[in-house]
């Protein structure tokens, strides 16, 4: 007799969401240098995290945790400052989604530069997500081409 496990189904809601958590996580990990896992924990046990999707939370969450230098390093190809200057939810947005476009395939580019934008607007500086859309669209373009060529962008 097998037995089966019943996951959740997961909608583009829950990874919204997740997203949105990662960010926020991530953020705090960037100002106090916080252990990973007891962030997870904390934003685990949040109201705000009903609903997310804890695995793409998680994902996220270490990931960019744990590579964020070769995040940094894609990063800074793009930047036009250094990246001490990067407003935290900027660079927040910028990591969480630099990891998407490298370790995420089943993400469309576009999902994740539309996401970015979107949390940049709601959290960041006013004219933030301009700046972020600018940063990752060179991105998108260099780490993905067969996504963001001969379509007209």
């Known amino acids: 007799m097998s037995v089966v496990t019943h ?5 583009n809601a829950d990874r919204v969401r997740a997203r949105r958590c990662a960010m926020q996580a991530v953020y705090q990990w960037q100002l106090t240098g916080m252990d990973l896992r007891e962030i997870s924990t904390q ?46 939810v900027e660079l927040a947005v910028m990591r969480i989604s630099t ?7 089943d993400v469309p580019g576009r999902v994740i530069l539309n996401e970015a934008v979107s ?13 972020v859309n600018g940063v990752l669209d060179k991105l ?7 996504e963001f060529t001969g379509n007209g962008s």
């Open 7 to 11: 996951r959740p189904q997961r909608t």
């Open 43 to 88: 934003f685990a046990c949040s109201d705000e995290f009903r609903g997310a999707d804890p695995d793409y939370f998680r994902d996220l969450l270490h990931g960019v945790g744990k590579q964020v230098d070769e995040l940094d390093a894609e990063l800074t190809q793009s930047l036009d400052r250094e990246i001490e200057r990067v407003d935290p």
């Open 99 to 105: 990891f998407e476009l490298l370790h995420k395939p």
């Open 119 to 131: 949390l940049t607007k709601k959290f960041g500086a006013e004219h933030g997500h301009t700046y």
């Open 140 to 146: 998108a373009h260099r780490l993905r081409p067969g």
